[in-house]
């Protein structure tokens, strides 16, 4: 893929932060882990408070804070990938991490409301409606 700076990825790596859940927050939880998404940095905070120095830094290619919306991440992950296939290229998305770190949701999202699809369904929407689109150019 062709990027703004003209480099080619092969390669990308996304993070998304998912907030605390409301047990953690009950329990009295802090994050630790912060995102900085318009410099694709994550800050992980030791959480012993007498410890003393810098969080550790983590880059990536893209970052995505607890508040993201899934579309948000779709357009941003996902749709650049969609289109290259369209075009005739090879594309995989995958998630990989821990056990309730948010892969299902942020790969499959929720049924209950559009809003909260995730990257599954806006793919196929995304698919299905260029191939509607081609089927009304071809007429």
């Known amino acids: 893929?062709?990027?703004?700076?003209?480099?080619?990825?092969?390669?990308?790596v996304a993070v998304r932060l998912r907030p605390?859940?409301?047990?953690?927050?009950?329990?009295?939880?802090?994050?630790?882990?912060?995102?900085?998404s318009e410099n694709a940095v994550v800050y992980v905070q030791?959480?012993?408070?007498?410890?003393?120095?810098?969080?550790?830094t983590f880059m990536f290619d893209l970052v995505f804070d607890s508040d993201s919306k899934q579309l948000d991440v779709y357009n941003e992950v996902a749709r650049p990938i969609v289109?290259?296939?369209?075009?005739?290229?090879?594309g995989t998305i995958f998630a990989y991490g821990q056990t309730g770190t948010g892969k299902t949701f942020t790969i499959?999202?929720?049924h209950t409301s559009p809003e909260l699809n995730g990257i599954i369904p806006n793919s196929f929407a995304h698919i299905f409606g260029?191939?509607?689109?081609?089927?009304?150019?071809?007429?």
């Open 46 to 56: 030791n959480p012993n408070p007498s410890h003393i120095g810098p969080p550790k």
């Open 130 to 139: 260029h191939i509607a689109k081609a089927k009304e150019d071809v007429k």
């Open 1 to 12: 893929m062709v990027y703004s700076a003209g480099e080619i990825e092969n390669v990308r």
């Open 108 to 110: 499959e999202g929720s």
């Open 83 to 90: 289109d290259k296939v369209f075009d005739g290229f090879n």
């Open 20 to 36: 605390l859940s409301k047990k953690e927050k009950l329990s009295g939880c802090i994050p630790v882990v912060v995102a900085d």
